[in-house]
């Protein structure tokens, strides 16, 4: 399964972003969906993630009230909003897809390859 995020950008603090994932020729339909994010020299964080079926939503403490992750499994497709963006936000930003919807990074079978987040003050 070759996930795609897109919807990264640059942004000034503040502002809001939605990123999106999805994969083309696969059902993302049975998989949960994480959300992850590493800015330079830092390790690799839990931003939030949803079950297979919508109901449950999980954040880590860098969603920090701002940040809300859905999906639309009729568009194969996941979302993360990220509203009140700061200058600690700047990262990169991975999709992922498993089983289950945890914040432990090798729980998740699928990546994608990432998209740039960059908030400027």
């Known amino acids: 399964v070759q996930l795609q995020a897109s919807g990264g950008g640059s942004v000034q603090v503040g502002g809001s972003l939605r990123l999106s994932c999805t994969a083309a020729?696969?059902?993302?339909?049975?998989?949960?969906m994480g959300w992850f994010r590493q800015a330079p020299g830092k390790e690799r964080e839990f931003v939030g993630g949803?079950?297979?079926?919508?109901?449950?939503?999980y954040y880590g403490n860098a969603a920090k009230g701002r940040f809300t992750v859905s999906r639309d499994n009729a568009k194969n497709t996941a979302y993360l909003q990220m509203n009140s963006l700061e200058p600690e936000d700047t990262a990169i930003y991975y999709c992922?897809?498993?089983?289950?919807?945890?914040?432990?990074?090798?729980?998740?079978?699928?990546w994608g390859q990432g998209t740039l987040v960059t908030v400027s003050s």
């Open positions: 992922a897809a498993g089983l289950t919807a945890t914040a432990q990074a090798n729980a998740y079978e699928y």
């Open positions: 020729g696969y059902s993302l339909r049975s998989y949960a």
């Open positions: 949803i079950s297979w079926s919508e109901d449950r939503t």
